[in-house]
Nanobody
Framework: QVQLVESGGGLVQPGGSLRLTCAAS????????MGWYRQAPGKQREVVAT???????NYADSVKGRFTISRDNAKNTVYLQMNSLKPEDTAVYYC???????????????WGQGTQVTVSS
């Protein structure tokens, strides 16, 4: 009941910037938190940043000070501003949303299709 559509990935030089966008549709009113995860070849998927509906944020240590996650609740959209990009940031980035089911029935995870971010000179 929640669809996540990502955009903004691509190729960028080291030190450059990219802005990822994730637009949510469907039962967006039940989404508690959203975030960005990434997975590089041969590595586990890891959390990059999360943001609650109230605007509280958390970042992986590797991206603190460089990445900024933000959320526009009115537009049902979450962003990831990535500055000072490094080759180590190269990965497929996935948008994530946690949806709470009605009357405390549980939670459901929703994932975007993933967008490739490549940092290379």
């Amino acid at each position: 009941q929640v669809q996540l559509v990502e955009s903004g990935g691509g190729l960028v030089q080291p030190g450059g910037s990219l802005r990822l966008t994730c637009a949510a549709s469907g039962r967006v009113f039940s989404i508690n938190s959203m975030g960005w995860y990434r997975q590089a070849p041969g590595k586990q998927r890891e959390v990059v940043a999360t943001i609650t509906s109230g605007g509280n944020t958390n970042y992986a240590d590797s991206v603190k000070g460089r990445f900024t996650i933000s959320r526009d609740n009115a537009k049902n959209t979450v962003y990831l501003q990535m500055n000072s990009l490094k080759p180590e940031d190269t990965a497929v980035y996935y948008c994530h949303a946690e949806r709470e089911l009605t009357h405390g029935l549980g939670y459901v995870d929703h994932w975007g299709q993933g967008t490739q971010v490549t940092v290379s000179s």
